[in-house]
């Protein structure tokens, strides 16, 4: 009886140290970082947005979307905290201090308890029992020091992107109240949540930034925007996630541009035309760039400070210039009054004197009438007069180009109305002639009979217009080809 006493004691000491150990490793750090270590980085998770009421269609721009959203969130250097996330944060961090000290200090308390049932010889325990005081006066030190001291947090940190992010990939979002949860497990600091939706013919982009910290949304923003202003609009969007995620202090750029028709560019995109603004935009700098038909590109880099406004203004000089006069003669030099047009568009009435780019070449054309034009290309060099030789005329048995396209338009118009309208009289000869048979109806049995003759009337006549269209399209292309212009005599 007095050996089984001692392996009794052993027993006990090696169970009690046993749970300690394992109430220490059980001990939860914190899930924003470990306990009493700052996070190196401020780390945000990006969820795949819901796109569940786009059609299979536009879910590729729904990914767009959120690609072009994340892409702006993570190129942004660093988080600068306010202060109301900074206070939270370090409770945060100082709840989770506490919760560790107080699970270690538990932990050697059983320690030391568990050596009245060790066995150990007098002399032994003492000296173990000295070791254990001391570890366990260190462990209540500790924990006092986590009551009283608040972690210290850093105004700001570098913003990184999750795990979860790399390589472009992005998870599914958190249930509805369960964001707080999802993030600490994840050590998330922020979490992008978002969804697109069909709008009237647009799409429509809601979105937050959610902090597991303070349990709100550092920023919620939405826009609508049609296919043309895509870029545009996401541009924008993520310009103003950036400068929420960011924390500094918005900065706005306005631009005023004179002619007001002239076009503004701001980082590659068109804001606009004359004046544009105030835009949100990160803090930093931004290529903005103006430009217009005869006038000189303007393009610079401007600063734009946080919480500054920030304007630029514009005046663009016109191009240089110089001036030609241009008029039309027929083939033997004599002036003929026709309408001319500079690159396409409608200049006025010859004789006309024209002002043209010196650092690019120009196309001007001369029509007197729908059967002469002529036509040259102006370049450095060409001289300040310029005579539009107008081509003959072509003779009168000679077919058109332009006869030739308006009737081929017009047989194959035809065909396109008489076809459908057979079809139609046809479904209905069809129609008349099954209830004429279920009805045994005499009656419907001859308005079947009639509307089968109009619809192989009107086949014919489709037939007939197809093959006028086909017969047109040739000629319309022989017309167009040089050659039936040197077989109708013109030279």
């Given at each position: 009886m007095?050996?089984?006493?001692?392996?009794f004691?052993?027993?006990?000491?090696?169970?009690?140290?046993?749970?300690a150990?394992?109430?220490?490793?059980?001990?939860?750090r914190?899930?924003?970082?470990?306990?009493?270590?700052?996070?190196?980085?401020?780390?945000?998770?990006?969820?795949?947005?819901?796109v569940?009421?786009?059609?299979?269609?536009?879910?590729?721009a729904?990914?767009?979307?959120?690609r072009?959203?994340?892409k702006?969130?993570?190129?942004?250097?660093?988080?600068?905290?306010?202060e109301?996330?900074?206070?939270?944060?370090?409770?945060?961090l100082?709840?989770?201090?506490?919760?560790?000290?107080?699970?270690?200090?538990?932990?050697?308390?059983?320690?030391?308890?568990?050596?009245?049932?060790?066995?150990?010889?007098?002399?032994?325990?003492?000296?173990?029992?000295?070791?254990?005081?001391?570890?366990?006066s260190?462990?209540?030190?500790?924990f006092?020091?986590?009551?009283r001291?608040m972690?210290?947090?850093a105004?700001?940190?570098?913003?990184?992107?999750a795990?979860?992010?790399?390589?472009?990939?992005f998870?599914?979002?958190?249930?509805a109240?369960?964001?707080?949860?999802?993030?600490?497990?994840?050590?998330?600091?922020?979490?992008?949540?978002?969804?697109?939706?069909?709008?009237?013919?647009?799409?429509?982009?809601?979105?937050?930034?959610?902090?597991?910290?303070?349990?709100?949304?550092?920023?919620?923003?939405?826009?609508?925007?049609?296919?043309?202003?895509?870029?545009?609009?996401?541009?924008?969007?993520?310009?103003?996630?950036?400068?929420?995620?960011?924390?500094?202090?918005?900065?706005?750029l306005?631009v005023a541009?004179?002619?007001?028709?002239?076009?503004?560019?701001?980082d590659?995109?068109?804001?606009?035309?004359?004046?544009?603004?105030?835009?949100?935009?990160?803090?930093?700098?931004?290529?903005?760039?103006?430009?217009?038909?005869?006038?000189?590109?303007?393009?610079?880099?401007?600063?734009?400070?946080?919480?500054?406004?920030?304007?630029?203004?514009?005046?663009?000089?016109r191009?240089?210039s110089?001036?030609?006069?241009?008029g039309?003669?027929?083939g033997?030099?004599?002036?003929?009054?026709?309408?001319?047009?500079?690159?396409?568009?409608?200049?006025?009435?010859?004789?006309?004197?024209l002002?043209?780019?010196?650092?690019?070449?120009?196309?001007?054309?001369?029509?007197?009438?729908?059967?002469r034009?002529?036509?040259?290309?102006?370049?450095?060099?060409?001289?300040?007069?310029?005579?539009?030789?107008?081509?003959?005329?072509?003779?009168?048995d000679?077919t058109?180009?332009?006869?030739?396209?308006?009737?081929f338009?017009g047989?194959?118009?035809?065909?396109?109305?008489?076809?459908?309208?057979?079809?139609?009289?046809?479904g209905?000869a069809?129609?008349?002639?099954?209830t004429?048979?279920?009805?045994?109806?005499?009656?419907?049995?001859?308005?079947?009979?009639?509307?089968?003759?109009?619809?192989?009337?009107?086949?014919?006549?489709?037939?007939?217009?197809l093959?006028?269209s086909?017969y047109?399209?040739?000629?319309?292309?022989?017309?167009?080809?040089?050659?039936?212009?040197?077989?109708a005599?013109?030279?």
């Open positions: 007095g050996s089984s006493r001692p392996r004691g052993i027993a006990l000491a090696l169970l009690a140290g046993l749970a150990r394992s109430y220490c490793a059980e001990s939860p914190s899930s924003g970082a470990p306990a009493g270590d700052e996070p190196p980085s401020w780390t945000v998770g990006v969820a795949a947005f819901d569940s009421r786009l059609g299979t269609a536009d879910r590729l729904g990914d767009l979307v959120v072009t959203l994340a702006a969130l993570f190129a942004a250097p660093r988080r600068a905290l306010p109301d996330e900074r206070q939270a944060y370090a409770g945060f100082a709840g989770k201090n506490m919760e560790s000290a107080s699970k270690t200090l538990a932990a050697k308390r059983g320690v030391r308890d568990a050596l009245l049932f060790a066995g150990n010889p007098e002399w032994k325990y003492r000296t173990l029992l000295e070791k254990a005081d001391e570890d366990v260190a462990a209540r030190e500790a006092d020091a986590s009551v001291e972690p210290r947090v105004a700001e940190r570098p913003l990184a992107a795990k979860e992010n790399k390589d472009g990939a998870f599914e979002a958190p249930a109240g369960s964001e707080r949860s999802f993030c600490l497990k994840r050590s998330y600091d922020a979490l992008l949540l978002g969804r697109v939706e069909p709008f009237y013919g647009r799409l429509y982009v809601a979105l937050r930034l959610y902090s597991p910290y303070l349990d709100v949304d550092l920023y919620a923003d939405s826009v609508a925007f049609s296919p043309m202003e895509r870029d545009a609009a996401l541009s924008e969007l993520s310009l103003r996630l950036v400068s929420a995620a960011s924390g500094s202090p918005p900065a706005t306005s541009v004179e002619p007001e028709d002239a076009g503004v560019h701001v590659g995109v068109l804001m606009g035309e004359g004046s544009v603004g105030p835009l949100e935009r990160v803090p930093g700098s931004a290529l903005v760039s103006a430009d217009r038909e005869g006038y000189e590109r303007f393009e610079r880099r401007v600063e734009i400070p946080a919480g500054e406004r920030t304007s630029v203004s514009i005046s663009l000089p191009a240089a110089r001036r030609v006069s241009v039309l003669v027929d033997e030099g004599k002036p003929v009054d026709g309408s001319i047009r500079l690159d396409g568009l409608y200049a006025g009435i010859s004789p006309l004197e002002e043209i780019p010196v650092d690019r070449s120009s196309f001007v054309q001369g029509d007197a009438d729908k059967r034009s002529g036509a040259a290309v102006l370049a450095e060099g060409s001289g300040d007069a310029v005579s539009l030789v107008l081509a003959p005329a072509l003779p009168k000679a058109p180009v332009e006869d030739s396209r308006r009737a338009y047989a194959f118009g035809r065909f396109s109305l008489a076809m459908p309208l057979a079809f139609i009289v046809s209905m069809t129609s008349y002639a099954t004429a048979v279920y009805e045994d109806s005499t009656v419907l049995s001859g308005r079947s009979a009639a509307f089968q003759t109009a619809g192989a009337v009107l086949w014919t006549v489709a037939g007939a217009f093959a006028e086909a047109r399209l040739v000629r319309y292309l022989r017309s167009s080809d040089s050659r039936s212009v040197k077989r005599g013109v030279r």
